[in-house]
């Protein structure tokens, strides 16, 4: 448990604490009254009030059109069926400028609806609904459909035989065993909308901002650092508080019912109503998620001489990018990829180390480990990056002026990952295989070579590329720490959206095509390799 803990007492609690200090502290003194004072302003309540709303909005959307989805996923058995479900988890591992930059090809000025009939939606509610939506569809078809897949039809069956409806057994056998995933997924659904950054960034334009919009503009725009601590604060309590319930429902969930193995529960569609859902399920995938995707690509080939590969050759051109970079835009892929794996190296370790220790033991403190190691999910990316601006500039952690700055940062995102895909798999291993080994003269290093790393070994590489995806898509704290001469994928694409112009726009959409084929070749590789399908990511 000790580097864990170190990890992110360093590289987490010290710098959220030290930006809020900075905010809240005057002459040494905690001003606690600037909390009341900065929460009665009318522009700051309409920020809490547009953030909650949104969130629940967006969590009752997704749901509405996601169930149908994972009873799909987890029913019936159709050609293209493990491919599509790695296709529809794409939209969670593309970083969330790369969301908005989709959706703003879609259904902004000059998008695809602004062409064919004149219709803008950028800027609106709307916009920002559909792409929570998109973001957020795989996590309710993975978590609710991978506990969906392993109930037992039989005890359906049986209620239909006792004379019960389709719905009514429906209703008061398979809701009441789904209902511990649906609230773990409406809680997840709810956190990342709750805490949404480059989405409403892009989409929303000024008329609308969620608390981590607000924490960036009063952080980075107008220097107001006591209005982002007391808005810190604010999320951060909510984001514990759904933590808690989310861990509630997680417990609940690991105990509900005796399962059965996925694969006995899939089947062919029968019946017109079966074939109509199927259907319909895909006709919402191809709208929902293949169609922006598709745009983005479409847009990033629409060079102003016609199509062709333009602006993907602007991207190796420093004069291309009007002085928005240092060095040729194409640089930030290389940066990325080699930030990224950096990352990925740390996440596995500090990750694989707490999620041993999950295993191991048991009791509150370790429980109060896994609930650390999901906060920065949902703790201000923005506050954490301008904490590392402000804490780790003084030796012995003199880190600002050096690369591994921006791995640090993205590997607090990784390291949730990593500890939740490998948690179910080591708990699964015998601690009788353990014990016979240790018993036979192998010590404990070798009880892990032996035992468990061949066991876990699957586990470990599915970890590492998620890791790998969420990294190379972090946003909000890396903007505040990549070098100017060494952006990142998401800062470029940030940046050359925010600048005028017809070659800035495409170069933005050809670097977030760029990112979106690494996360869809990552998520493809990690569908085959993987084999446990059930339960979360």
């Known amino acids: 448990m000790a580097v864990p803990v170190v990890f992110f007492a360093v590289f987490f609690a010290y710098p959220v604490t030290a930006i809020v200090g900075r905010g809240l502290k005057a002459d040494g003194t905690w001003q606690f009254g600037r909390v009341g004072e900065v929460l009665s302003r009318p522009d700051i309540l309409g920020v809490l009030w547009f ?180 808005l810190t604060l604010v999320q951060f309590a909510a984001v514990a508080a759904v933590l808690a319930v989310h861990a509630r429902t997680v417990r609940r969930r690991e105990g509900a019912l005796r399962l059965v193995d996925s694969a006995q529960t899939a089947r062919r569609p029968r019946g017109t109503g079966q074939w109509a859902l199927l259907g319909g399920v895909l006709t919402t995938v191809l709208v929902l998620i293949l169609l922006p995707l598709g745009v983005l690509v479409e847009r990033s080939l629409d060079a102003p001489g016609g199509y062709g590969l333009g602006f993907y050759r602007a991207l190796g051109s420093l004069d291309a990018s009007g002085g928005t970079f240092l060095v040729p835009p194409l640089e930030a892929v290389w940066n990325s990829l080699r930030y990224a794996l950096a990352a990925t190296g740390v996440a596995l370790v500090v990750g694989g180390l707490a999620a041993a220790a999950l295993t191991r033991r048991a009791g509150r403190l370790v429980r109060g480990l896994d609930a650390l190691l999901m906060l920065p999910l949902g703790v201000s990316a923005v506050t954490v990056g301008f904490g590392f601006l402000i804490t780790l500039d003084k030796p012995p952690l003199d880190l600002r002026t050096s690369w591994i700055l921006v791995p640090l940062a993205q590997a607090l995102v990784g390291v949730p990952f990593v500890v939740r895909t490998m948690l179910p798999v080591l708990r699964a291993v015998d601690g009788r295989l353990r014990e016979a080994a240790a018993v036979l003269g192998a010590s404990p290093l070798r009880v892990w070579r032996e035992v468990d790393l061949p066991l876990v ?46 070659l800035n726009y495409g170069q933005a959409m050809a670097l977030s095509t760029v990112l979106m084929l690494v996360c869809a070749v990552s998520l493809l590789a990690l569908e085959r390799i993987r084999t446990d399908r059930s339960g979360e990511f």
Do not use: C, K
């Open 457 to 502: 070994r699957r586990a470990l590489l599915v970890a590492a590329g998620f890791a790998f995806a969420v990294s190379l898509g972090e946003f909000g704290a890396t903007v505040f720490i990549a070098r100017p001469d060494r952006p990142t994928l998401p800062v470029a694409v940030a940046r050359l959206l925010g600048r005028p112009g017809e």
């Open 51 to 230: 953030t909650t709303w949104q969130a629940v909005a967006s969590t009752v959307l997704t749901l509405l059109i996601a169930l149908p989805g994972a009873y799909v996923f987890a029913r019936f058995d159709f050609p293209g069926r493990h491919v599509l479900r790695a296709v529809v988890t794409i939209p969670f591992v593309l970083p969330t400028v790369v969301v908005g930059t989709a959706f703003l090809a879609l259904l902004g000025r000059g998008g695809l609806l602004d062409e064919l009939w004149g219709i803008r939606l950028d800027t609106t509610v709307w916009a920002i609904l559909l792409a929570h939506v998109f973001f957020n569809y795989a996590v309710v078809v993975r978590t609710v459909g991978g506990l969906w897949s392993q109930l037992d039809p039989r005890q359906e069956e049986a209620a239909r035989v006792l004379g019960a409806g389709r719905f009514a057994a429906w209703w008061r056998v398979t809701l009441p065993a789904l209902a511990p995933a649906v609230a773990a997924a409406a809680l997840m659904v709810f956190l990342f909308t709750f805490t949404s950054f480059g989405v409403v960034q892009i989409l929303g334009g000024p008329a609308y901002s969620t608390l981590e919009v607000e924490i960036y503009r009063q952080t980075a725009q107008l220097l107001d650092l006591p209005t982002a601590a007391v």
